[in-house]
Protein backbone atom coordinates (compact mmCIF):
# COMPACT_ATOMS: atom_id res chain seq x y z
CA UNK A 1 0.00 0.00 0.00
CA UNK A 2 1.06 3.65 -0.87
CA UNK A 3 0.88 6.51 1.31
CA UNK A 4 0.98 10.02 0.42
CA UNK A 5 2.50 11.59 4.22
CA UNK A 6 2.68 15.51 4.76
CA UNK A 7 3.95 17.27 7.50
CA UNK A 8 6.05 13.82 7.80
CA UNK A 9 9.02 15.72 9.40
CA UNK A 10 7.13 17.07 12.27
CA UNK A 11 6.65 15.87 15.55
CA UNK A 12 4.17 13.66 14.97
CA UNK A 13 4.98 12.94 11.14
CA UNK A 14 8.21 11.36 12.02
CA UNK A 15 6.48 9.26 14.52
CA UNK A 16 3.69 8.43 11.70
CA UNK A 17 6.48 7.73 9.23
CA UNK A 18 8.48 4.94 11.09
CA UNK A 19 5.28 3.37 11.95
CA UNK A 20 4.22 3.00 8.41
CA UNK A 21 8.05 1.99 7.27
CA UNK A 22 8.17 -0.61 10.26
CA UNK A 23 4.92 -1.58 8.69
CA UNK A 24 6.24 -2.07 5.49
CA UNK A 25 4.32 0.79 3.83
CA UNK A 26 5.26 2.36 0.54
CA UNK A 27 5.44 6.58 1.90
CA UNK A 28 5.87 9.31 -0.21
CA UNK A 29 6.58 12.17 2.02
CA UNK A 30 5.96 15.52 0.95
CA UNK A 31 8.48 18.05 2.13
CA UNK A 32 10.52 21.26 1.23
CA UNK A 33 13.54 19.54 2.21
CA UNK A 34 13.30 16.91 -0.45
CA UNK A 35 16.90 15.09 -1.02
CA UNK A 36 17.46 13.76 2.83
CA UNK A 37 18.24 10.29 3.45
CA UNK A 38 15.73 8.24 5.05
CA UNK A 39 16.51 7.23 8.34
CA UNK A 40 13.66 4.66 8.43
CA UNK A 41 14.24 2.39 5.52
CA UNK A 42 14.56 2.24 1.39
CA UNK A 43 10.48 2.22 1.82
CA UNK A 44 10.12 6.33 2.60
CA UNK A 45 11.21 8.51 -0.20
CA UNK A 46 11.18 12.27 -0.01
CA UNK A 47 9.46 13.90 -2.84
CA UNK A 48 10.06 17.80 -3.03
CA UNK A 49 6.71 20.18 -2.73
CA UNK A 50 6.52 23.72 -1.78
CA UNK A 51 2.91 23.30 0.20
CA UNK A 52 1.54 26.17 -2.47
CA UNK A 53 2.02 25.58 -6.07
CA UNK A 54 1.23 22.33 -8.28
CA UNK A 55 4.41 20.33 -9.47
CA UNK A 56 5.32 17.25 -10.79
CA UNK A 57 5.05 15.99 -7.17
CA UNK A 58 1.38 15.90 -8.60
CA UNK A 59 1.67 12.16 -9.83
CA UNK A 60 2.59 10.92 -6.39
CA UNK A 61 -1.10 11.36 -5.93
CA UNK A 62 -2.37 9.18 -8.53
CA UNK A 63 -2.25 5.93 -8.32
CA UNK A 64 -1.75 6.39 -3.91
CA UNK A 65 -3.70 4.01 -1.88
CA UNK A 66 -4.12 7.00 1.08
CA UNK A 67 -3.14 10.70 2.10
CA UNK A 68 -2.25 11.47 5.49
CA UNK A 69 -2.40 15.22 5.83
CA UNK A 70 -0.43 16.47 8.84
CA UNK A 71 1.16 19.61 7.47
CA UNK A 72 0.61 23.01 9.04
CA UNK A 73 2.04 25.57 10.75
CA UNK A 74 2.54 25.27 14.64
CA UNK A 75 0.25 26.69 17.24
CA UNK A 76 2.86 27.37 19.50
CA UNK A 77 5.98 28.40 17.37
CA UNK A 78 5.39 32.30 17.85
CA UNK A 79 3.11 34.68 19.87
CA UNK A 80 0.21 35.24 18.08
CA UNK A 81 -0.10 38.37 15.93
CA UNK A 82 -2.36 39.16 12.90
CA UNK A 83 0.50 37.83 10.78
CA UNK A 84 0.90 34.84 12.66
CA UNK A 85 -2.91 33.80 13.02
CA UNK A 86 -3.02 34.32 8.90
CA UNK A 87 -0.07 31.60 8.25
CA UNK A 88 -1.48 29.36 10.81
CA UNK A 89 -4.85 29.70 8.74
CA UNK A 90 -3.25 29.78 5.07
CA UNK A 91 -0.46 26.68 5.94
CA UNK A 92 -3.96 24.53 6.58
CA UNK A 93 -6.40 25.83 4.64
CA UNK A 94 -4.12 26.49 0.93
CA UNK A 95 -2.35 23.18 1.99
CA UNK A 96 -5.44 21.17 1.87
CA UNK A 97 -7.25 22.43 -1.07
CA UNK A 98 -3.86 21.66 -2.85
CA UNK A 99 -4.32 18.42 -2.29
CA UNK A 100 -7.95 17.87 -3.58
CA UNK A 101 -6.66 19.80 -6.74
CA UNK A 102 -4.24 16.91 -7.20
CA UNK A 103 -6.51 14.38 -6.49
CA UNK A 104 -9.25 15.91 -8.89
CA UNK A 105 -6.33 15.44 -10.86
CA UNK A 106 -5.83 11.97 -10.86
CA UNK A 107 -6.78 9.08 -13.04
CA UNK A 108 -6.55 6.74 -10.03
CA UNK A 109 -7.31 9.41 -7.19
CA UNK A 110 -6.66 7.48 -3.38
CA UNK A 111 -9.46 5.56 -1.57
CA UNK A 112 -9.01 7.19 1.83
CA UNK A 113 -7.89 10.67 2.83
CA UNK A 114 -6.76 11.58 6.05
CA UNK A 115 -6.88 15.44 6.73
CA UNK A 116 -5.89 16.31 10.50
CA UNK A 117 -7.72 18.53 12.57
CA UNK A 118 -7.77 19.61 16.45
CA UNK A 119 -10.34 19.22 19.27
CA UNK A 120 -9.60 22.89 19.20
CA UNK A 121 -13.06 22.85 16.98
CA UNK A 122 -15.32 22.53 19.96
CA UNK A 123 -14.14 26.06 21.57
CA UNK A 124 -14.34 26.34 25.07
CA UNK A 125 -16.89 23.24 26.79
CA UNK A 126 -16.43 24.19 30.24
CA UNK A 127 -17.05 20.79 31.84
CA UNK A 128 -19.92 19.30 29.45
CA UNK A 129 -19.05 15.71 27.91
CA UNK A 130 -17.23 16.86 24.52
CA UNK A 131 -17.85 14.02 21.61
CA UNK A 132 -18.60 13.88 17.66
CA UNK A 133 -21.99 15.14 17.91
CA UNK A 134 -21.21 18.25 19.50
CA UNK A 135 -21.33 21.37 17.49
CA UNK A 136 -18.32 23.90 16.75
CA UNK A 137 -17.19 26.34 19.26
CA UNK A 138 -16.37 29.86 19.04
CA UNK A 139 -13.02 31.66 19.06
CA UNK A 140 -9.71 31.65 15.94
CA UNK A 141 -8.75 27.86 16.35
CA UNK A 142 -12.48 26.83 16.04
CA UNK A 143 -12.91 28.48 13.32
CA UNK A 144 -9.63 27.59 11.67
CA UNK A 145 -10.86 23.94 12.10
CA UNK A 146 -13.96 23.87 10.52
CA UNK A 147 -12.66 25.66 7.50
CA UNK A 148 -10.00 23.37 7.52
CA UNK A 149 -12.12 20.50 7.97
CA UNK A 150 -14.96 21.93 4.91
CA UNK A 151 -11.30 22.12 2.78
CA UNK A 152 -10.65 17.98 3.56
CA UNK A 153 -14.70 17.55 2.51
CA UNK A 154 -14.51 18.86 -1.17
CA UNK A 155 -12.36 15.25 -2.17
CA UNK A 156 -15.65 13.68 -1.52
CA UNK A 157 -16.87 14.68 -4.71
CA UNK A 158 -14.75 12.37 -6.48
CA UNK A 159 -14.75 8.98 -4.61
CA UNK A 160 -12.55 9.74 -1.55
CA UNK A 161 -13.51 8.39 1.82
CA UNK A 162 -12.69 11.74 4.43
CA UNK A 163 -11.22 11.15 7.95
CA UNK A 164 -10.87 14.16 10.13
CA UNK A 165 -8.92 13.16 13.43
CA UNK A 166 -9.28 15.81 15.80
CA UNK A 167 -6.05 15.31 17.94
CA UNK A 168 -5.70 16.46 21.60
CA UNK A 169 -3.15 17.64 23.01
CA UNK A 170 -0.30 15.12 22.32
CA UNK A 171 2.36 14.00 25.33
CA UNK A 172 5.66 13.75 24.24
CA UNK A 173 8.48 14.77 25.96
CA UNK A 174 10.92 16.13 22.82
CA UNK A 175 7.49 18.94 21.83
CA UNK A 176 4.52 20.36 22.41
CA UNK A 177 3.32 21.26 25.89
CA UNK A 178 4.82 18.74 27.73
CA UNK A 179 7.99 18.96 26.05
CA UNK A 180 7.97 22.42 27.78
CA UNK A 181 6.22 21.94 30.49
CA UNK A 182 9.23 19.15 31.96
CA UNK A 183 12.07 21.51 32.36
CA UNK A 184 9.77 23.68 34.10
CA UNK A 185 8.73 21.09 36.71
CA UNK A 186 12.38 19.49 37.23
CA UNK A 187 13.42 23.07 38.06
CA UNK A 188 11.10 23.27 41.05
CA UNK A 189 8.87 25.72 39.58
CA UNK A 190 5.72 23.00 38.60
CA UNK A 191 2.26 25.09 38.58
CA UNK A 192 -1.18 24.54 37.23
CA UNK A 193 -1.62 27.11 34.35
CA UNK A 194 -5.12 29.49 34.49
CA UNK A 195 -7.49 28.37 36.96
CA UNK A 196 -6.87 24.68 37.07
CA UNK A 197 -10.28 23.45 36.94
CA UNK A 198 -10.13 23.31 32.38
CA UNK A 199 -10.12 20.16 30.87
CA UNK A 200 -6.93 18.65 29.47
CA UNK A 201 -7.70 16.25 26.31
CA UNK A 202 -4.46 14.77 26.92
CA UNK A 203 -3.29 11.49 24.15
CA UNK A 204 -0.15 9.42 24.77
CA UNK A 205 2.56 10.20 21.19
CA UNK A 206 1.48 6.16 20.68
CA UNK A 207 -1.74 6.60 20.22
CA UNK A 208 -1.84 9.37 18.18
CA UNK A 209 0.08 7.55 15.80
CA UNK A 210 -2.65 4.59 15.72
CA UNK A 211 -5.09 6.78 16.04
CA UNK A 212 -4.34 8.69 13.12
CA UNK A 213 -3.71 5.63 10.62
CA UNK A 214 -6.83 3.63 11.82
CA UNK A 215 -8.83 4.52 9.03
CA UNK A 216 -6.13 2.85 7.52
CA UNK A 217 -7.08 -0.83 8.46
CA UNK A 218 -10.89 0.47 9.24
CA UNK A 219 -12.58 1.35 6.22
CA UNK A 220 -16.08 2.23 7.57
CA UNK A 221 -14.21 4.87 9.55
CA UNK A 222 -15.22 8.03 8.08
CA UNK A 223 -15.78 11.70 8.86
CA UNK A 224 -14.75 13.53 12.64
CA UNK A 225 -13.74 11.57 15.49
CA UNK A 226 -11.94 12.52 18.52
CA UNK A 227 -8.43 11.33 18.92
CA UNK A 228 -7.92 11.70 22.40
CA UNK A 229 -7.77 9.45 25.48
CA UNK A 230 -11.38 8.35 27.19
CA UNK A 231 -9.99 10.16 30.61
CA UNK A 232 -9.46 13.04 30.04
CA UNK A 233 -8.54 15.44 33.61
CA UNK A 234 -8.27 18.64 34.70
CA UNK A 235 -4.95 20.61 34.33
CA UNK A 236 -4.72 20.50 38.37
CA UNK A 237 -4.95 16.88 38.22
CA UNK A 238 -2.56 16.49 35.27
CA UNK A 239 0.32 19.41 36.65
CA UNK A 240 -0.07 17.10 39.81
CA UNK A 241 0.64 13.88 38.18
CA UNK A 242 3.38 15.51 35.97
CA UNK A 243 4.74 16.84 39.09
CA UNK A 244 4.88 13.14 40.74
CA UNK A 245 6.25 11.16 38.34
CA UNK A 246 8.74 13.77 37.36
CA UNK A 247 9.99 13.53 41.57
CA UNK A 248 8.98 17.27 42.18
CA UNK A 249 6.43 19.13 44.35
CA UNK A 250 3.44 21.12 42.74
CA UNK A 251 2.91 24.81 44.29
CA UNK A 252 -1.17 24.02 44.85
CA UNK A 253 -1.67 27.36 46.40
CA UNK A 254 -0.37 29.03 43.08
CA UNK A 255 -1.43 28.92 39.23
CA UNK A 256 -0.08 30.45 36.81
CA UNK A 257 -2.79 33.36 35.93
CA UNK A 258 -3.74 34.15 32.04
CA UNK A 259 -2.32 37.57 31.92
CA UNK A 260 0.93 35.92 32.63
CA UNK A 261 0.47 33.69 29.87
CA UNK A 262 -0.99 36.00 27.36
CA UNK A 263 1.99 38.31 28.17
CA UNK A 264 4.14 35.47 26.28
CA UNK A 265 1.46 33.57 24.00
CA UNK A 266 -0.89 36.76 23.12
CA UNK A 267 -4.67 35.60 22.35
CA UNK A 268 -2.95 32.00 22.04
CA UNK A 269 -3.24 31.52 25.85
CA UNK A 270 -6.71 30.63 25.59
CA UNK A 271 -5.85 27.26 24.12
CA UNK A 272 -4.47 26.74 27.76
CA UNK A 273 -6.61 28.34 29.95
CA UNK A 274 -9.46 27.12 28.45
CA UNK A 275 -10.22 23.46 27.49
CA UNK A 276 -12.71 20.65 26.44
CA UNK A 277 -13.54 17.25 28.07
CA UNK A 278 -13.16 14.93 25.37
CA UNK A 279 -14.89 11.79 24.58
CA UNK A 280 -13.41 9.60 21.85
CA UNK A 281 -16.99 7.88 20.90
CA UNK A 282 -16.57 6.79 17.65
CA UNK A 283 -13.28 5.47 17.83
CA UNK A 284 -14.51 3.61 21.05
CA UNK A 285 -17.95 2.54 19.18
CA UNK A 286 -15.37 1.47 16.50
CA UNK A 287 -13.24 -0.74 18.19
CA UNK A 288 -9.65 1.37 18.44
CA UNK A 289 -7.79 -0.07 21.46
CA UNK A 290 -6.03 2.72 23.35
CA UNK A 291 -2.64 1.42 24.74
CA UNK A 292 -2.36 4.14 27.27
CA UNK A 293 -5.90 5.59 28.51
CA UNK A 294 -4.91 6.59 31.93
CA UNK A 295 -2.14 9.18 32.57
CA UNK A 296 -0.42 7.73 35.28
CA UNK A 297 1.31 5.05 32.97
CA UNK A 298 1.16 7.49 29.73
CA UNK A 299 4.10 9.77 31.55
CA UNK A 300 5.96 7.22 33.49
CA UNK A 301 5.93 5.37 29.47
CA UNK A 302 6.92 8.96 28.07
CA UNK A 303 9.56 10.25 31.08
CA UNK A 304 11.26 6.34 30.81
CA UNK A 305 11.77 6.11 27.36
CA UNK A 306 14.85 7.43 25.80
Known amino acids: MKVILTGGTGLIGDRVSRYLAQQEYEIAALTRRAGQQSPHGLNLRFVRW ?30 WTDDVKKRILQSRIETTRLLVQAIAKARNPPALFVSASAVGYYGDRGNEPTDETI ?39 DGGALGRMIPVFRSFLGMALGSGQQWFPWIHADDVVRGLLYPLEQVRLEGAYNLAS ?77
Open 50 to 79: DARTEGAWMSEIDGADAIVHLAGEGIFDAR
Open 135 to 173: SAGKGFLADVCVQWEAEAAKARQYGVRIANPRIGIVLDK
Open 230 to 306: PNPVQMTEFCAQLAQSLHRPLWQWMNVPEFALRLGLGEAAQSLTQGQRIIPRVLNDAGFEFHYPMLAPALENILASP
